[in-house]
């Protein structure tokens, strides 16, 4: 069984045989290769997932500093503002009488 102008053998079935288990090999071989890669993909999106988490913080942690630095502002330069945060520590003038309600359940 040979072609004459090419100088092939052709080998019927064996051929086809020969053609798959290649085709077997060369994706064994590829999915050795990704499942090596399996543990440092998962590492990777852990790594991904803690730096959206730490960036979600300093976020609150912003907006958090940008609060308490305009309430700093105003305890310095409003009166009133500083006044209303005594009062709410529980302190009064000299000259004022405090009356506290208690809840009356037992």
């Known amino acids: 069984m040979t072609d004459a ?3 092939e053998v052709e080998l ?3 051929g086809w045989m020969n053609r798959i288990l ?3 090999i060369v994706a064994a071989l590829l999915a050795g290769i990704g499942l090596s890669y399996l543990p ?3 590492t990777n999106q852990n790594f991904r997932e803690r730096v959206q988490r730490k960036q ?3 976020l609150r942690l912003e ?5 308490m ?3 700093i502002r105003a305890l310095k330069n409003d009166p009133r503002f500083l006044e209303r945060k005594i009062r709410e520590l529980g302190y009064a003038r000299s000259d004022e009488l405090v009356v506290t ?3 009356g359940a037992r």
């Open 5 to 7: 102008q090419s100088g």
């Open 12 to 14: 019927g079935w064996l």
């Open 22 to 24: 290649m085709a077997l």
């Open 40 to 42: 440092l993909i998962q």
């Open 56 to 58: 979600e913080e300093v």
């Open 63 to 67: 907006a958090e500093l940008r609060r």
């Open 69 to 71: 630095e305009a309430e």
């Open 101 to 103: 309600f208690k809840d």
